[in-house]
């Protein structure tokens, strides 16, 4: 399995903006897609966006369409997620995820379909 270890989390004003990263490491990190889900508490772990194995194909969560952008660039073995206009409701623990082996949009919204998730890191944006 590949090693995912987040960072970039922080204390942020509403409308501010953060960058995470996740590195990967132990495994070909360009046979996995990623994924980029958060967990706030008492909350389920959801969905906020994903990439292709490229890069090419990135889905988003409609909470946070057009506020995030998520990247990856293989030969740094990270993924990022940029978030931008952040609201309070952001708020939550933010956990990266890789799946390898055959994908599809269903897959990469499910965190059930996941194989590896780092530790997470704390977004907390006050209002």
């Known amino acids: 399995q590949v090693q995912l270890v987040e960072s970039g989390g922080g204390l942020v004003q509403a409308g501010g903006s953060l960058r995470l990263s996740c590195a990967a490491s132990?495994?070909?990190?360009?046979?996995?897609?990623m994924g980029w889900f958060r967990q706030a508490p008492g909350k389920e772990r959801e969905f906020v966006s994903a990439?292709?194995?490229?890069?090419?194909?990135?889905y988003y969560a409609d909470s946070v369409k057009g506020r995030f952008t998520i990247s990856r660039d293989n030969a740094k073995n990270t993924v990022y997620l940029q978030m931008n206009s952040l609201k309070h409701e952001d708020t939550a623990v933010y956990y990266c995820?890789?799946?390898?082996?055959?994908?599809?949009?269903?897959?990469?919204?499910?965190?059930?379909?996941?194989?590896?998730w780092g530790q997470g890191t704390q977004v907390t944006v006050s209002s």
């Open positions: 132990g495994r070909p990190f360009s046979s996995y897609a």
């Open positions: 990439t292709s194995l490229s890069g090419v194909r990135s």
């Open positions: 995820g890789a799946q390898g082996g055959s994908v599809d949009y269903s897959s990469l919204r499910d965190p059930k379909e996941y194989d590896s």
